[in-house]
């Protein structure tokens, strides 16, 4: 059974730095890109990130380019959101989630929990 | 940007009814790279449909999907009470966007 587990949310104010982490199961996670896909509340969804199976390519979301780094450790299952100068509008709930494919351009077809992320002052 | 436009916004129905619902991208999308996601209350996102018209496992075939271009929708042929909820669609070419929703809920 595919198991995507997030943690690191949390609130943080404006500026700040955090670090997300998803631990995968269930599947061969080098087999799989991995995403980001946030929702905020009440709101719809928005893709955040992407990373390819072995880790060599990323992808942003523009609003999120150059404060927001992808990172796979496949050694031990687990994806990674590094998220710096987080800003109000970064406020949301975090899932991780699986790419139906090794590559870019795939639908996200297992999805975790998610994790919430709030800033605030 | 390719912006994905749904309608209706909300969609109230009963139980055994068909509904339709629209997706419409500002930009053509290839149909390879269009999918559908349920949404309930207090869960996560599930893969309904992808590249257009292909059920992904486990999804009912009461839910169809269909369209090419700028035009695409998403059809239950008889709604069951576990299926009202928000619907997204979604284009995951070389940027990832997603439809604002919509929901079916009980008439």
């Known amino acids: 059974e595919v198991q995507l587990l997030e943690s690191g949310g949390d609130l943080v104010q404006p500026g700040g730095s955090l670090r997300l982490s998803c631990a995968a199961s269930g599947f061969t996670f080098n087999n799989y890109a991995m995403s980001w896909v946030r929702q905020t509340p009440g709101q719809g969804l928005e893709w955040v990130s992407a990373?390819?199976?072995?880790?060599?390519?990323?992808y942003y979301a523009d609003s999120v380019r150059g404060r927001f780094t992808i990172s796979r450790d496949n050694s031990k299952n687990t994806l990674f959101l590094q998220m710096n100068s987080l800003r109000a509008e970064d406020t949301a709930q975090y899932y991780c989630t699986r790419d139906r494919g090794s590559i870019n351009k795939n639908p996200h077809d297992f999805w975790g929990q998610g994790t919430l992320v709030t800033v605030s002052s | 940007e390719n912006v994905l436009t749904q309608s209706p916004g909300t969609l109230s129905l009963s139980p055994g009814e068909g509904a339709t619902l629209s997706c419409r991208a500002s930009q053509s999308v290839g149909s390879t790279y269009l999918a559908w996601y349920q949404q309930k209350p207090g869960q996560a996102p599930r893969l309904l449909i992808y590249s257009t018209s292909n059920r992904a496992t486990g999804i009912p075939d009461r839910f169809s999907g269909g369209g090419s271009g700028t035009d695409f929708t998403l059809t239950i042929s008889r709604l069951e009470p576990e299926d009202f909820a928000v619907y997204y669609c979604?284009?995951?070419?070389?940027?990832?966007?997603f439809g604002q929703g919509t929901k079916v809920e009980i008439k």
């Open positions: 990373i390819s199976g072995s880790g060599a390519t990323t």
């Open positions: 979604q284009h995951y070419d070389n940027s990832r966007t």
